[in-house]
């Protein structure tokens, strides 16, 4: 049986990548509301009409929130008391459920997803799909699903239709609430990120102090694709004695003695999670 999916946001950057793989769905009756004048002619571009928001809302079996992570509160709020008893309300990261920003309604569902996008180390890609950084057009990727609240048997309908928001698909995850926000923000944004940043930025150090700025590129990107394969067991082979004493030094310089606590403990992980839901 078709369902009614109402897709809140359709013209943003995130809506347009969700509208190009849900629209011309046989198994999804859709419905798109956008109000920003820039996001609606973003739409057009992709070949989709608005839908008024008083009249997408009556009859939706789910709808998805593809809005800010700071509206999505307000958002939610003025919509979840227009809902039909037993509709999924989807989110697409786990900070505002996490957060407790969203309306209490017992009668509804309340459904995450997120992509994990596509990996790193992966037997196959295509020319297309080595540039498909996001995912959801030409390489596979992985997604998290949490079932917040809600009835059992509505985690297949959710599922499935994350599945279809960002395939081609490798594998699907459930995962809980709380585990997708220790994922996310905690593991990817607030650790991983912070590192990363802190590798360009040494990168560019190192250029300003007199390295041709190729070298600094070439040797940097051939060095990380190693060592990450070192790290994560990929290689097959260890680093040497050398880099082993460099990395044990480095850390005792680099990082506090704490850093998991400050940035992966369940105390850590809710205060960035409300400072992302009330961003100003």
């Keep these: 049986m078709k369902q009614t999916v109402t897709l809140m946001g359709a013209g943003g950057k995130m809506g347009c990548r969700l509208t190009d793989n849900l629209k011309g769905r046989p198994e999804y009756a859709m419905r798109y509301v956008e109000i920003a004048e820039s996001g609606l002619e973003r739409m057009k571009e992709h070949g989709v009409a608005p839908t008024p928001v008083a009249d997408a809302l009556p009859g939706s079996d789910i709808v998805i929130l593809a809005v800010p992570d700071a509206r999505i509160g307000e958002i939610a ?31 509804i569902t309340y459904f995450a997803a997120h992509p994990c996008h596509p990996p790193l180390f992966h037997d196959v ?26 009835p059992e048997e509505h985690y297949a309908a959710g599922e499935a239709l994350a599945a279809a928001m960002y395939a081609p698909i490798l594998r699907m995850h459930r995962v809980t609430i709380e585990q997708m926000a220790l994922l996310e923000p905690g593991l990817v944004e607030t650790t991983c990120a912070s ?86």
């Design 77 to 107: 709020h003025e919509i979840v008391p227009q809902l039909r008893a037993g509709a999924i309300v989807m989110v697409l990261d786990p900070a505002a459920a996490y957060a407790g920003a969203l309306p209490e309604r017992a009668d």
């Design 125 to 150: 890609l295509t020319p297309e799909a080595q540039s498909d950084w996001f995912g959801g057009c030409h390489a596979p990727q992985s997604v998290v699903c949490a079932l917040v609240q809600g």
């Design 195 to 280: 590192l990363i940043t802190a590798m360009r930025e040494a990168l560019d150090e190192v250029v300003r102090m007199g390295v041709p700025e190729e070298a600094a590129w070439d040797f940097t990107m051939g060095h990380v694709r190693i060592e990450l394969a070192i790290i994560f067991g990929k290689a097959g082979f260890p680093f040497s004695d050398g880099a082993m004493l460099a990395i044990r030094n480095a850390q005792k310089r680099i990082f506090r003695d704490d850093w998991k606590e400050q940035t992966l403990s369940p105390e850590s992980v809710r205060r960035q999670v409300k400072e992302i839901v009330e961003a100003d």
